[in-house]
C-alpha cells in the first residue's frame, strides 16, 4: 500500500518546499500537538515527538538547517524510495547504528530490540523527520528559542521500534566542517 501511495503523498512531501509542507500540515495531519494524544493518524508512521529540555542536563544547541545537512549526509548515495531494512544483525541493508554529523547537530538511528527488522524507505524517514509534525520542525523549528533548540526524540516505522535522536553538538569540536 505505501508503494502505491509514495509518488503521490510522501514524495511531495520530501520533495515539496517549505511554504507546501506547511500546508500539508492542515490537511490529513493531526493539529494536536504530538506529545498531548496517544491517538495515531492512520498516514503517519511516529507516534511523537519528544523534544529535549534543559531538565535533562547539560545539551548543546543546534539549528534546524544543521540537522537538515546532517539528515541528507546520512542519506547520501541511498535510493529514497527503495525499501531499506534497518537492525543491527547481519543481512540489512542499513546496519545500526546510524549516525551522522554536520556542524551542530548530530543524528542516531538505533532500534529498541536488537532481533528485530524493520523496512522503511527514506523518503519515508524523511517525511517524518521534515514533515509538518516532524521532530525537526517541532524541537528546532522558527517558534522555538534558539537557546531550547536542544533537539528531541523520536521514534519511526509501522511498530515503532526505530528511534531517531536529533541532538546538538558543543562548538568545540575538530569535525564541524562547513560542506
Known sequence: ???????????PLVLGNPLQLDLLSTSNASSIPSGSS???????????????????GHLFTTTKSDCERALDILVSGKSLIEPHSFGYQRGVTDRLPLEAEF???????????LDKRLTLTYAEIYAELMG????????????????????????????????????????NTADQKRQ
Do not use: W, Y
Open 103 to 113: 556542524g551542530s547537530c548530530a543524528i542516531v538511528f538505533m532500534m529498541f530490540d
Open 1 to 11: 500500500m505505501i508503494r502505491l501511495l509514495l509518488p503521490f503523498f510522501v514524495l
Open 38 to 56: 496517544s491517538a495515531v493518524n492512520a498516514t503517519r508512521l511516529t507516534t511523537f515527538n519528544d523534544c529535549f529540555d534543559h531538565s535533562l
Open 132 to 171: 509538518p509534525d516532524g521532530v525537526l520542525k517541532e524541537c528546532l523549528g522558527p517558534s522555538v528559542p534558539a537557546v531550547d533548540a536542544l533537539g528531541g526524540q523520536t521514534v519511526l516505522g509501522p511498530r515503532h521500534l526505530l528511534i531517531a535522536d536529533v541532538t546538538g553538538k558543543p562548538d
